[in-house]
């Protein structure tokens, strides 16, 4: 049974620019949530996904948004890049909402320059 | 305002002896609490996890204990393996109706020494 699968692995991105990262859970998972992490953050919820509607968002700005599509696959999106917006972006999936056990991908390594 | 404390970004212990990974949260609502082990460049992995109806849950060498009332929750490795070199994040589930967030500690960075 394939994990969860993070595309791409790494991305340099110049400020100003936006990027869109891609998620795809594991088969019959239909949340997805992500997650920044940084080196003096820790990993930060950014939102939650069910069903193609967004259930629950973290404290970022509008700036970073996502979808979710009728086959569970998410992609997160990141507008007007900022240097600080520079870390590991990760994805993980789970059956439910309610489920306690999340999967998560290796993650998207993104550098603002 | 941080939920979920890991006072301790790092941690070493020799091979074969005990490691103790601590974590604080501050609402004694949470009702889950799990830890997480994270190798470099590698998603977080589920190690453990606890109801807040418990106040111990032992799975081989990993055993995750809760004080309900000092809101302090601990992870215990015995023995400790140099292959449990990694970082260990501590994490709630806040639940809200249908919605679900997890939320991390910082992370300790656990070495064991051989």
């Known amino acids: 049974k394939a994990g969860v699968t993070q595309t791409p692995r790494y991305l340099i991105k110049t400020r100003g620019q936006q990027v869109t990262l891609s998620c795809s859970p594991i088969s019959g998972h239909r949340s997805v949530s992500w997650y920044q992490q940084t080196p003096g953050q820790g990993l930060q919820f950014l939102f939650e996904y069910f069903s193609e509607t967004q259930r629950n968002k973290g404290n970022f700005p509008g700036r970073f948004s996502g979808r979710q599509f009728s086959n569970s696959r998410s992609e997160m999106n990141v507008s007007t890049l900022e240097l600080g917006d520079s870390a590991l972006y990760l994805c993980a999936s789970s059956w439910t909402t309610t489920n306690t056990e999340a999967f998560f991908g290796q993650g998207t390594r993104l550098t603002v320059v | 305002d941080q939920q979920v404390k890991q006072n301790s970004p790092s941690l070493s212990v020799q091979e074969g002896r005990i490691s103790i990974l601590n974590c604080d949260y501050t609402n004694s609502m949470f009702d889950y609490f799990l830890w997480y082990k994270k190798y470099p460049a590698e998603g977080p992995t589920f190690l453990i996890s606890?109801?807040?109806?418990?106040d111990k849950n032992e799975d081989g060498r990993f055993t995750v204990f809760l004080n309900k009332s000092a809101k302090h929750l601990s992870l215990h490795i015995v023995p400790s393996q140099p292959g449990d070199s990694a970082v260990y994040f501590c994490a709630v589930i806040i639940s809200s109706g249908s919605a679900r967030q997890l939320t991390f500690g910082s992370g300790t960075q656990l070495t064991v020494l051989p």
């Open positions: 606890i109801s807040s109806i418990k």
